[in-house]
């Protein structure tokens, strides 16, 4: 059991955990929390990296706390991540709001307000 201490950034995080275990239906087993990436080769923290199925990063989420906005610092810092782990989406909130931005081979886009569905597993057709 890990214990960590109980910021205002740790109450956005916990609640998205949450959201997306309860709300959304990510499998628990593929959700990592204070996940390490290297970025030029400093070792950071990402909040919350969602692997996928076939063990490539699904979505990252940066969080942070009620009173720090989502801007461009905010959004540079969780895209600067990504550019390690090279997520589908990655997100950035702080409990009030959410910024959803996906990555595809031509770059990132703006995608919304909201956490994507995780993919469904596809059903074996047996004949």
Not at 2 to 27: C, D, G, I, M
Not at 61 to 86: F, M, P, R
Request: with cysteine.
């Amino acid at each position: 059991m890990l214990w960590v201490a109980f910021t205002p950034e740790e109450w956005v995080r916990q609640h998205v955990l949450h959201y997306l275990l309860y709300q959304k239906s990510y499998p628990r087993l593929l959700i990592h929390v204070e996940e390490r990436v290297m970025v030029n080769g400093q070792p950071q923290r990402a909040d919350i990296v969602v692997y996928g199925r076939d063990t490539k990063p699904f979505l990252l989420i940066e969080c942070k706390a009620a009173h720090i906005a989502i801007g461009e610092d905010t959004i540079w810092q969780v895209a600067t991540y990504n550019s390690v782990l090279k997520a589908a989406y990655f997100a950035v909130t702080n409990g009030m709001g959410i910024g959803v931005f996906q990555t595809t081979d031509t770059g990132v886009s703006y995608w919304g307000t909201d956490f994507p569905e995780y993919p469904k597993r596809e059903m074996e057709v047996i004949e």
